[in-house]
Nanobody, 126 residues
Framework: QVQLVESGGGLVQAGGSLRLSCAAS????????MGWFRQAPGKEREFVAT????????SYADSVKGRFTISRDNAKNTVYLQMNSLKPEDTAVYYC???????????????????WGQGTQVTVSS
């Protein structure tokens, strides 16, 4: 099990940028696939991005491709989500999640993740 704490959310104008961070506890961070998900008011939680254990394999939701970048620093036990060209429809609570999986594997299914952070609010004004 790993404990996750997100930070970096806030209020930004459309077209702006934010970088979310997710700090993980434990000594085996590099054994976990990490993912970012989001939930807008009145909507179900949806996949945003995922990154494999070493960072060599990435996957993005179509809605964020070309605008968001997921990365990780295993020495710092942290995963990031750089969000550029933000749109009002990106407004949501953003969650990071972790699952223990083999190398070179990622998953976009939230049911596949075992550990979740508490979320950080991102609000994009028009």
């Amino acid at each position: 099990q790993v404990q996750l704490v997100e930070s970096g959310g806030g209020l930004v104008q459309a077209g702006g940028s934010l970088r979310l961070s997710c700090a993980a506890s434990g000594r085996t961070f590099n054994s976990y696939v990490m993912g970012w998900f989001r939930q807008a008011p009145g909507k179900e939680r949806e996949f945003v991005a995922t990154i494999s254990r070493s960072g060599g394999r990435l996957s993005y939701a179509d809605s964020v491709k070309g605008r968001f970048t997921i990365s990780r620093d295993n020495a710092k036990n942290t995963v990031y989500l750089q969000m550029n060209s933000l749109k009002p429809e990106d407004t949501a609570v953003y969650y990071c999640a972790a699952v223990f999986l083999p190398a070179r594997v990622v998953t976009t299914d939230e049911k596949g993740y075992d550990d979740w952070g508490q979320g950080t609010q991102v609000t994009v004004s028009s």
